[in-house]
């Protein structure tokens, strides 16, 4: 039962629980990450970052008069850079690689929500939505991990 501001609220007498009704309301702590436990969410993350860099540098090498395209091979190498260096962070397990990474699925999914909007034919808008999707569910299931990742970081510290 919860009050109109969406705080949960005692049976017994209307009033927000206390001390050990909180306790029971909440869910359970997360499980720290075992040693060298991946999740197949944080795999799938790595290999996408990993297939993207190495896309990104081969695009920079091959395509021809790429500064007419608007693109330059040190910046192709930069970015192919930073995205080895993002898929490397998440395979260690490293919380700050990972929100990283779901920035840059922010932002695809920002960007590929805007383009739906003037998607010229029904396959263009299928393959927005698929990538929507995808990158959502991605987003979606990475936030338990970084909050495993933040679990094991906690007790480390302790």
């Known amino acids: 039962m919860s009050e109109p501001s969406g705080r949960p609220v005692s049976a017994a007498d209307g009033e927000p629980p206390r001390g050990g009704e909180r306790k029971q309301l909440a869910p359970p702590p997360l ?3 075992a040693a060298g436990e991946r999740p197949l969410a944080l795999l799938i993350a790595v290999a996408a970052c990993a297939l993207l860099a190495v896309s990104v540098l081969v695009g920079g090498l091959t395509i021809h008069d790429l500064a007419r395209r608007g693109g330059s091979l040190p910046g192709a190498i930069f970015l192919a850079l930073v995205l080895g260096g993002l898929a490397l962070g998440m395979y260690r397990r490293r919380y700050m690689a990972v929100l990283g990474f779901e920035a840059l699925l922010t932002f695809q999914i920002i960007v590929s929500s805007l383009a739906l909007v003037i998607a010229t034919s029904i396959l263009a808008a299928a393959a927005y939505l698929l990538g ?8 979606w299931k990475l936030i338990r991990v970084m909050g495993r990742i933040q679990a094991g970081e906690r007790q480390d510290r302790r």
Do not use: N, T
Request: zero cysteines.
């Open 31 to 33: 499980e720290p990450l």
């Open 132 to 139: 929507i999707g995808l990158a959502g569910w991605l987003f």
